[in-house]
């Protein structure tokens, strides 16, 4: 049965194994000229869930604001039309999508740094507000990075954590042993030792084109959290 799926996935999306493999390590860590063309269709793809993201956030000036994972980054358009006078910090994994952040125009102040997926290299109490989008399926040690993002976060501090939920990712074709799945109970889990806590959950749902060109309504997640 796992096979004649596997099959009927190939098949349907007209891509090769290979092809696949090398799209989910590109999602995980962008490299190369691959790894910039990835980094457009990924923003044109998820701009909707990082624009709920960054709404979440309720932004006000003087804010300090980190966000991790955050591709080409082309969204600081879409915040500097709410708000001009925020500190905005990025960090990366991927040195092309860091240069790419790196190279995009805008008027806000900016700092992004790239670092080893796992330690935040700031200090404590850092930061007014933190996101991440699409990100969690490759954090190397999730436990870790959550208790680092409890960490810099100021007291009252808001996370916003978007995902696309463990169901409906489980379907997609290039989604393998580099992704790693989670599901409402299993945020629960990981941030019970931190002082994270959760104060809404939206389930939402939109129609994209996927990665490989496809029509689909997407099921995600957009988890807030405060610190206590
Ligand atoms: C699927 S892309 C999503 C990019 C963007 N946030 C979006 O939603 O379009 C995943 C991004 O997360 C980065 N990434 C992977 N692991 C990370 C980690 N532990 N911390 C920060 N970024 C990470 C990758 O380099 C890549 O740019």
């Known amino acids: 049965m796992h096979v004649l799926k596997e ?14 493999q090398s799209l989910e390590e590109q999602l995980s860590n962008p490299k190369g000229v691959e790894g910039i063309k990835l980094g ?9 869930m990082i624009r709920s993201s960054i709404n979440r956030l309720n932004l ?10 955050h591709g080409n980054c082309h969204h600081l358009n879409y915040i500097e039309e709410k708000v001009q006078d925020i500190d905005f910090h990025g960090l990366e994994i991927s040195d092309v ?33 933190l996101m991440t989008v699409n990100t969690i399926y490759f954090w190397e040690d999730p436990s870790k990075l959550l208790q680092e993002i409890d960490r810099v976060l100021k ?6 954590l978007t995902f696309v939920a463990k169901d409906f990712m489980k379907k997609l074709p290039f ?8 599901d409402i109970a299993n945020i629960e889990k990981l941030i019970e030792r931190t002082n994270l806590q ?4 939206e389930e939402k749902v939109e129609r994209v084109k996927n990665k490989l060109n496809v029509l689909v309504d997407r099921e995600y997640l957009i988890i807030k959290m405060i610190k206590n």
Do not use: C
């Open 7 to 20: 099959w009927f996935k190939l098949l349907f999306y007209r891509k090769s194994k290979t092809e696949i």
């Open 40 to 48: 457009h269709t990924m923003y044109a793809s998820n701009l909707g």
């Open 60 to 69: 006000k000036g003087n804010d300090v604001v980190l966000e991790l994972g």
């Open 97 to 129: 999508m860091h240069k790419e952040a790196k190279q995009f125009q805008s008027k806000l102040k900016i700092t992004f740094k790239l670092y080893d997926g796992t330690i935040i290299p700031y200090q404590d109490l850092y930061f007014d507000k």
């Open 155 to 160: 007291v009252k501090g808001v996370f916003v």
């Open 175 to 182: 989604v393998g042993d580099r992704f790693a799945l989670y």
């Open 198 to 201: 959760i104060t809404k959950v």
